[in-house]
């Protein structure tokens, strides 16, 4: 027969369980508080308070993550920066770019609107042909730029009396002739006369058509009043 207990009893054992359950509290405590006291550090009556391990690590990597945030933060920061400055660089090569084009598009057209005035306010020089009519007609634009009076008609009577319109035409046999300056060209002018009476700009060639007959008219002009007004030898 099993033996059985009272309600004393149990109430007995039941404090006496409570009080070892609260020295092994105090001794595991205890041991907790040594393991955190570094070795060396504590002394007799010296109360040290440690922080549980759990609640360091804890604080340790919140202040990791803050770092970590902060460390973030600041690169967000520095690639917004960097970015606007791209942007604003971007934007001011396009304005300069801009700018230096519609400076090259104003000069452009500044040069071809000049050259086009140039153009038309220069006077091209005709092309004469290379016979009698082109002659006189090249003559008398020389005439008229220098004011030595004359006319086609003028000039073409006494080219016809004088050498039948031949450039080369020499009179070899009258006193000019015999004193050693014999006329020459389609107006018949002796040497001296010739140089005293050439146009600048026309060659100093008393065969020359053009020259010969501006010398020609030039002297009839100073004698006569006009080549117009010569109507035999002069």
Do not use: C
Request: charged share 20%; aromatic share 6%; proline share 5%.
């Amino acid at each position: 027969m099993s033996k059985t207990s009272t309600p004393g009893q149990i109430r007995r054992l039941t404090k006496a369980h409570k009080m070892s359950f609260a020295a092994v509290a105090t001794i595991g405590a205890a041991a907790l508080a040594a393991t955190l006291v570094p070795a060396g550090t504590a002394d007799a009556g010296t109360t040290v308070a440690a922080a549980p391990v759990a609640w360091t690590q804890a604080v340790e990597g919140v202040q990791a993550k803050t770092v970590q945030h902060l460390s973030m933060q600041s690169k967000l920061a520095t690639d917004a920066a960097k970015l606007e400055a791209a942007v604003k660089a971007k934007a001011a090569a396009a304005a300069a770019k801009a700018k230096a084009d519609a400076e090259a598009a104003a000069k452009a057209k500044k040069d071809r609107e000049a050259k086009a005035a140039a153009s038309r306010s220069t006077v091209r020089k005709p092309v004469y042909a290379n016979n009698l009519d082109g002659w006189i007609k090249e003559s008398l634009a020389i005439m008229k730029a220098h004011k030595i009076p004359g006319t086609y008609n003028g000039l073409y009577k006494n080219i016809m009396r004088e050498s039948s319109g031949n450039p080369r035409a020499i009179n070899n046999w009258d006193i000019n002739a015999q004193n050693g300056v014999p006329s020459k060209g389609l107006l018949q002018v002796i040497k001296p006369t010739f140089l005293a009476y050439h146009v600048p700009g026309t060659p100093l060639d008393q065969y020359h058509p053009v020259a010969n007959i501006v010398a020609a008219a030039n002297y009839a002009a100073d004698r006569y009043g006009s080549i117009d007004n010569v109507n035999s030898a002069y």
